[in-house]
């Protein structure tokens, strides 16, 4: 079982930046592939990026390809989320997840068993 918690979501500006924290509990952390997902209102939830358990394996969808960035410090038990030159279109609320499977990446939310709560980005234009 694992537990996590997102920060630092907010409001900024298009053209601005934003870095996400999630934070895990548990000491299997760095088993864990780990994903980052959204959802605005009236939508489905959309994956955003994912890391594999090592770090080495990025993924990330064309919407958000060259603008943001996954990374993890398994030391310090979290994944973070970069994300530059944002886009009215990157307001959501964002969320990350945990598999366990061998600490494999995915793109599918479906795939992920752990959930956090979601933290709330806007981008005005």
């Known amino acids: 079982q694992v537990q996590l918690v997102e920060s630092g979501g907010g409001l900024v500006q298009a053209g601005g930046s934003l870095r996400l924290s999630c934070a895990a509990s548990?000491?299997?952390?760095?088993?864990?592939?780990m994903g980052w997902f959204r959802q605005a209102p009236g939508k489905e939830r959309e994956f955003v990026a994912a890391?594999?358990?090592?770090?080495?394996?990025?993924y990330y969808p064309d919407s958000v390809k060259g603008r943001f960035t996954i990374s993890r410090d398994n030391g310090k038990n979290t994944v973070y989320l970069q994300m530059n030159s944002l886009k009215p279109e990157d307001t959501a609320v964002y969320y990350c997840?945990?598999?366990?499977?061998?600490?494999?990446?995915?793109?599918?939310?479906?795939?992920?068993?752990?959930w956090g709560q979601g933290t709330q980005v806007t981008v005005s234009s």
């Open positions: 997840a945990a598999r366990a499977s061998f600490g494999f990446a995915s793109y599918r939310d479906y795939d992920y068993a752990y």
């Open positions: 548990g000491r299997t952390f760095g088993s864990y592939g």
């Open positions: 890391i594999n358990w090592s770090g080495d394996n990025t």
